[in-house]
């Protein structure tokens, strides 16, 4: 009858929107979760940054033989100091880390934090969401 596929039809749309709101709730906690990941970098000791701006640079030398080299204004003085052979050309606009050129200026390697992060997010999510959702 006509009251039964309209019915149908409102079950079906409430179902819907219930859906998208859990999707979208799941969506914001998933952001919570690297936003405080952001969080926590912003807030390293020069310590922690030095040793892990040390490490950028040792694993952009395997990748590329770098000669230029340029970082974040907040990081510009620690990695001066630990960018020996290669040329400070300037500072990026960034959260912090590094990007590497070869001598010729044709090949990059960005290891700047926000990369990091965003291909951290993207190899993790199915991984996160599930632990943050799984019915256990």
Do not use: H, P
Request: aromatic residues 4%.
């Amino acid at each position: 009858t006509r009251v039964s596929q309209i019915r149908k039809r409102v079950i079906a749309s409430a179902e819907l929107m219930t859906r998208r709101n859990l999707l979208e709730a799941k969506k914001q906690i998933l952001d919570s979760v690297y936003e405080k990941a952001r969080e926590k970098i912003e807030k390293m000791n020069t310590a922690e940054k030095t040793a892990l701006l040390k490490s950028l640079i040792e694993q952009g030398n395997k990748e590329i033989s770098a000669k230029y080299i340029y970082a974040s204004k907040q990081d510009e003085k620690i990695v001066k100091g630990l960018a020996k052979g290669l040329t400070f050309e300037g500072t990026i606009k960034c959260l912090g880390g590094l990007v590497l050129e070869n001598s010729d200026k044709t090949i990059g390697v960005d290891l700047t934090f926000d990369t990091i992060l965003l291909e951290l997010r993207k190899e993790t999510v199915g991984g996160v969401a599930k632990n943050l959702f799984e019915k256990k």
